[in-house]
Each structure stands twice: as C-alpha cells, then as structure tokens.
C-alpha cells in the first residue's frame, strides 16, 4: 500500500509539473500571437472591413481574439484555463490550419505565376486584392506559416481536453456560416470573389475546391483527436 501510495504521488507531481510547463508555453506563445497579430492588422488598417471578405483574415482575427482571451483567463484563474478558451483555439486553429495547408499547396501555386508576371507596384497589388498596403512575403511569412504554427502549438499546450463530437461542430460552424455566404454572394455577384474560384471568364476552380472541402473534413477530425492525446 505504501508504494502504491508512494507511486501515486509521484505521477500527480509529474502531472502537475507537466500542466504548469504547458501553461506556461501556452502563454507564451498567445502574448507572441497577440503582438504579431496586432502588428499585421494595424499595417492593413487603411483598407478597411473589406479586408474580412478574406478567411485567412477572418481566421487570423480569431487568433488576436483567442490569444487575449487565454491571457486574460489565465491572469483570472492564476495560470488554468477553462473550456472556453480551449474551444477558442479550437475554432481559430483549425480556421488557420485550413488557411495554411489550402495557401500554400493551392492558392500560392496559382498567385505565384501571377505575381512573377507582375512588373509593377500597380499589378501586383491587383494580385494582393484588398491587402495592397502588406508585401506578399510579408502576408505569407506570418498570416500563412508563422500564425498558423503558433495557433497550433498553443492550441495543443492548454492542458484541457475537449471531449464529444459536439466540439467539432462548434469548429466548423464559422466556416461552414462562412462558406455559405461566400456562396451566396457569388452567386447574387454582390462582391468581387475574393479568391477568384468562380471567375466569369473560367470554369469554377474545380481541383481547389476539392483540396478545400477535403482539407475541411480532415482538418477538424485530427486536431480533435491530436489534442486528446496531447492535452
């Protein structure tokens, strides 16, 4: 008996030395987020609410959200956080994990060829749509790769697991509500696509779509059990 009691004491300090240095990198990582993020935005600042016609945008925002909301729940509860905050990261992180993976191996291929055929300032801020006052490098450098990892790994930090499939719902809801009024504004032509995966002069995009409703699915069912495992 002793040694179990013995044993069971040193495996709840291993878990509470464990959930205190997760806490401590989550942390971290949310202050950098939040600082990074409130640069990029002010620098877009001039171009006003179109710019949350974009889901890289929209899900970027999330992160400034959700990394000043675990601050500040970690300052009230002195270092835990609670379920809210967990589903916070959920629903941005797997925003910005649909933004990177569909950038980078869709949306760039395609942007790219057309920012290289771009001599000028002019053309190539045609090619930037609404995000003129921000250099692609600059974008790609932090919206599309440097946020995105920093939402994952402080997503997988918080030391609170989510558990029933309800969650995954509430992830993909802001897509899915997305999504749906991207669609019916192409459609009503109420705005210019912001993605052009419907252009007028070409058949719709078909093999990004694709890559986008599979990435989608994917994406929400592994980070739902990768923080299961990690938590």
């Known amino acids: 008996m002793t040694k179990c009691h013995g044993l069971k004491c040193i495996l709840i300090c291993y878990n509470n030395h464990m959930q205190i240095h997760q806490t401590t990198i989550a ?10 993020e409130c640069v990029m935005f002010w620098k877009v600042r001039k171009s006003g609410p179109k710019i949350f016609r974009y889901y890289t945008l929209i899900s970027n925002f999330f992160l400034l959200i959700a990394s000043a909301i675990l601050i500040f729940d970690a300052v009230i509860n002195q270092g835990t956080f609670s379920t809210v905050t967990k589903v916070c990261y959920f629903i941005t992180t797997y925003g910005l994990t649909n933004t990177a993976i569909v950038y980078w191996f869709a949306l760039w291929p395609r942007d790219r060829k057309k920012l290289k055929k ?20 600059t974008s790609n450098l932090f919206w599309h ?10 997503f997988l930090a918080i030391p609170v697991k989510l558990q029933g499939d309800i969650w995954m719902l509430v992830a993909v809801a802001p897509t899915i509500l997305y999504m749906i009024i991207y669609l019916l504004l192409t459609a009503t032509k109420s705005w210019r696509d912001p993605y052009r995966l419907f252009a007028r002069s070409k058949k719709p995009a078909l093999p990004i779509i694709a890559l986008i409703l599979i990435v989608l699915t994917g994406c929400v069912f592994a980070l739902y059990y990768l923080q299961l495992i990690v938590a």
């Open 145 to 154: 790769t440097v946020c995105p990892i920093l939402s994952l790994l402080t």
């Open 27 to 36: 942390i971290t990582l949310a202050v950098i987020a939040l600082i990074i």
């Open 118 to 137: 771009a001599k000028t300032v002019q053309a190539k801020a045609k090619v930037m749509g609404d995000l003129k006052s921000i250099s692609p490098s």
